[in-house]
């Protein structure tokens, strides 16, 4: 069992930066792959990044070059620092874990994700 707890969330204006982090306890496999999902109001969940336990990463066409993943293997930290920040990135942010496949720019489904945290808000202003 994981758990899951995001932070980082918050309200900016276009063009600014947010950071947010997850930080992961329980059993947390290394092989894991870890990542955000994002969901808006009447929106399906979709995915935004991901980072394997090689640390290769997989990006979203809609933020790539904006977004960029990391972990802190030390801290069991899950990162997504959100740069140039538009209205449309405004959503639900979640980050969830599991054994899925998300090597060579490859975005799992949400289906592949039995893990989730309870999400931060992003509202980002025009």
């Known amino acids: 069992q994981v758990q899951l707890a995001e932070s980082g969330g918050g309200s900016v204006q276009a063009g600014g930066s947010l950071r947010l982090s997850c930080v992961a306890s329980?059993?947390?496999?290394?092989?894991?792959?870890m990542g955000w999902f994002r969901q808006g109001p009447g929106n399906e969940r979709e995915g935004v990044a991901f980072i394997d336990s090689g640390t290769s990463t997989s990006y979203a066409a809609s933020v790539k070059g904006r977004f960029t993943i990391s972990q802190d293997n030390a801290k069991n930290t899950l990162y997504l620092q959100m740069n140039d920040l538009k209205p449309e990135d405004s959503a639900m942010y979640y980050c969830a874990a599991d054994w899925a496949y998300c090597s060579g720019g490859y975005l799992p489904a949400p289906t592949m994700f039995h893990n989730w945290g309870q999400g931060t808000q992003v509202t980002v202003s025009s």
């Open positions: 329980g059993t947390i496999y290394s092989a894991y792959c």
